[in-house]
């Protein structure tokens, strides 16, 4: 599967961004998706998760409340709202997907296949 990610750019603090990633191939609704981000000088960091349904969702706590993941299996698309957004989000947002159960990929493993990432800019 091939993923686009989109949506990133400049926004102040307490702003709103919706990122979006869309999915090559016809079996998309097969894999559990996440959002990570990188920010300059630091690791990759796991952000949320949503399972194949869309029926369960997982946030690290430093997002959890202000971030809001979801998906359209209609559309291939993964989605994630960010809301009340701050100057540390600021990173390289990207969307990966597993065929993982789930207990694995709200671990932030086992993804096999990434989007190329969208840059979000959180002002201060």
């Known amino acids: 599967v091939q993923l686009q990610a989109s949506g990133g750019g400049l926004v102040q603090a307490g702003g709103s961004l919706r990122l979006s990633c869309a999915a090559s191939g016809r079996t998309f609704s097969s894999y559990a998706m996440g959002w990570f981000r990188q920010a300059p000088g630091k690791e990759r960091e796991f952000v949320a998760a949503?399972?194949?349904?869309?029926?369960?969702?997982y946030y690290t706590g430093s997002i959890k409340g202000r971030f809001t993941i979801s998906r359209d299996n209609a559309k291939n698309t993964v989605y994630l709202q960010m809301n009340s957004l701050k100057p540390e989000d600021t990173a390289v947002y990207y969307c990966?997907?597993?065929?993982?159960?789930?207990?694995?990929?709200?671990?932030?493993?086992?993804?096999?296949?990434w989007g190329q990432g969208t840059q979000v800019t959180v002002s201060s």
């Open positions: 949503i399972s194949w349904s869309g029926g369960s969702t």
């Open positions: 990966a997907a597993s065929y993982m159960d789930f207990n694995t990929v709200v671990a932030g493993r086992g993804y096999h296949y």
